[in-house]
């Protein structure tokens, strides 16, 4: 155990197996690869010839993660309450331990020893005010597959979980309400060491208001009320886009009133505009009070008419009334849907051509109707508080060779698209965080368009195309892993406060929570990357 000034304790997970590395692959030459930022800033040598790239090990990966410690200016107490805690895992075999750099801002940072697959850090608060994001960076063979998760240990209502990610040029988050009882907050932490700005846009259910210009100092953070952009609307569905700086944005839903069962929620930023999506899996808390799930869709380029199917374990299908909902171009609209308390289930969001029937089904390209936004709002089993899930996209990609939507690189395959499911890349490490201390938790495996066969930790699980299933998921660390073929495959880790009875959790049943905290989705983190042509501005990604 070591203590890090600022940071608190690191704790590694123990003597253990040596993790497997997913995939081995003999180069003929060594390129030098880094991936920074933005997805990904790829340096080459200039030398590199036509062709088809060659496939190289990733250099470096830089993480951003949410810091709930940030305290809100003329608040007493941080954003989210309860002690915070880093979960930090390699993907690929180290030879030993790995070196990972944790640091409140992007300059600086302390060095911290990563045991085999995996160890985990206690956050002390920062000073007040604070940068709202940590860093997490890796070099050589800390970099390949490693992720991170940030887990507080909450209220009454179980804890918040956050997956790190690469800082993002856009960000989509859709639901939460500014109306009268609800407030809630928009994080922007600029981890660059020059000004940012992003630009704020926010669809609601009435007329669209004129986006507004953030500007966040470089390592600092600003937090604003959602209200301030969109007062007093039932639905938001909010688009950052960043111009200048590298910004992690994330939001907190809350209630306006203040005390210790509050139950504030991490709000999950969304997969960009698509004409076909995924939300979930998840898992609806069985008893009182009686669901109450909203799905929220918004359509930024035009109007659209979606279907809504469930996926269950027995299959899919499409309650009556979501066969063809309409969405206001520019607006945003909420769905009741009928999702079942107990077993597992997702949704299946596809958008539908203006001559497509209701009941056709989606071409293998996603349908040809106009692309949609969607977040699930879910019935936490806490009265008159929802738990967010976002969404994935199964889009395929245009054909170019580790580049997103975007046009921004991002390693073998598309982090949104159809073949990086978990594990569906062969060079994609999975790693499935331990469920919170306290707390209860599973993990969700969803198969929306063809068989999948999963693999957790040597486990294997046959899935049916759009069923979902439950399955445990490691009760301590260090984190599982998950590999599978077929697909695609989304994956989520579900996680909240734990049944007042019932078994601890240490065996192969899943211990399901009785309240609903938390939904993160599971990315596959890139072992390998295509070396594109070389990059002659490296600061190019980042405008």
């Known amino acids: ?47 590199a010839g036509p062709g088809v790239p060659p496939q190289v090990s990733i250099g470096v990966r830089q ?8 305290i809100q200016p003329r608040a007493r107490d941080a954003v989210l309450p309860g002690s915070v805690r880093l979960d930090v895992t390699l993907g690929a075999e180290a030879g030993g331990d790995g070196q990972v750099r944790v640091a409140p801002a992007a300059s600086g940072g302390v060095g911290v020893s990563v045991r085999e697959r995996g160890g985990w850090l206690r956050l002390a608060p ?30 009454g209502a179980g804890p918040a979980l956050a997956a790190c990610a690469p800082p993002r040029a856009r960000s989509w988050f859709a639901g939460p309400s500014t109306e009268v009882g609800r407030d809630p907050l928009l994080v922007l932490a600029n981890l660059a060491d020059i000004p940012g700005q992003a630009s704020v846009r926010v669809l609601t259910d009435g007329p669209a208001a004129p986006g507004q210009d ?42 306006s009133a203040r005390g210790p069962f509050a139950a504030p929620r991490l709000v999950p930023a969304t997969a960009p505009a698509a004409r076909r999506l995924v ?81 056709a089904a989606a071409a293998a390209g996603g349908g040809g109707g106009a692309p949609v936004v969607a977040e699930l709002g879910l019935a936490s089993g806490w009265k008159g508080v929802r738990t ?43 790693a499935v965080p331990p469920v919170p201390a306290g707390a209860a938790g599973a993990l969700v495996l969803t198969a929306p368009l063809g068989p999948v066969t999963a693999r957790l930790d040597g486990t294997d699980m046959r899935l049916r195309a759009g069923s979902v299933t ?53 990315r596959g983190a890139p072992t390998l990357v295509d070396a594109l042509p070389a990059v002659a501005d490296p600061g190019l990604p980042y405008r």
């Not at 000073?127 to 490693?146: F, I, K, N, Y």
Request: proline share 12%.
């Open 1 to 47: 155990m070591t203590d890090h000034p600022g940071l608190g304790r690191l704790r590694g997970p123990g003597a253990g197996p040596r993790s497997r590395s997913v995939r081995r692959v003999v180069l003929r030459t060594v390129v030098p690869l880094a991936v920074v930022g933005l997805g990904g800033a790829f340096l080459v040598d200039e030398g």
């Open 126 to 155: 920062q000073d007040r005010g604070g940068t709202g994001a940590r860093l997490v960076s890796g070099r050589g063979a800390s970099a390949a597959g490693l992720a991170a998760t940030v887990t507080t240990s909450g209220d």
């Open 470 to 522: 439950v399955v445990a998921q490691p009760t301590r660390p260090p984190a599982a892993r998950l590999t599978a073929t077929g697909g695609p495959l989304i994956a989520t880790a579900i996680a909240g406060a734990p049944p007042t009875a019932g078994p601890a959790g240490a065996g192969p049943r899943p211990r399901l929570p009785r309240i609903l905290s938390a939904v993160i989705p599971l």
């Open 388 to 430: 967010w899930a976002g969404a994935t996209r199964l889009e395929p990609s245009d054909g170019r060779p580790g580049l997103d939507g975007y046009s921004r690189g991002v390693g073998l395959t598309d982090p949104d698209g159809p073949s990086a499911g978990a594990g569906t890349a062969a060079d994609a490490v999975v």
């Open 214 to 255: 953030v500007n966040v100092a470089p390592g600092h953070a600003i937090v604003r009320r959602l209200a301030a952009f969109a007062p007093e609307a039932a639905v938001t569905a909010v688009d950052v886009q960043v111009r200048t700086g590298r910004l992690l944005t994330w939001m907190v839903d809350r209630s």
């Open 279 to 359: 939300l979930g899996g998840v898992v609806i808390p069985a008893g009182p009070p009686a669901p109450d799930s909203t799905l929220v869709l918004a359509a930024p380029e035009g109007s659209a008419k979606v279907r809504i199917s469930v996926l269950t374990p027995a299959g899919p299908h499409v309650p009556p009334g979501l066969a063809g909902v309409r969405v206001p171009a520019a607006g945003v609209t909420r769905v009741s849907v009928p999702l079942p308390a107990g077993p597992a289930s997702a949704l299946l969001v596809e958008s539908l051509g203006a001559e497509e029937p209701d009941g």
């Open 63 to 70: 993480l951003a993660c949410p810091d709930p410690t940030i």
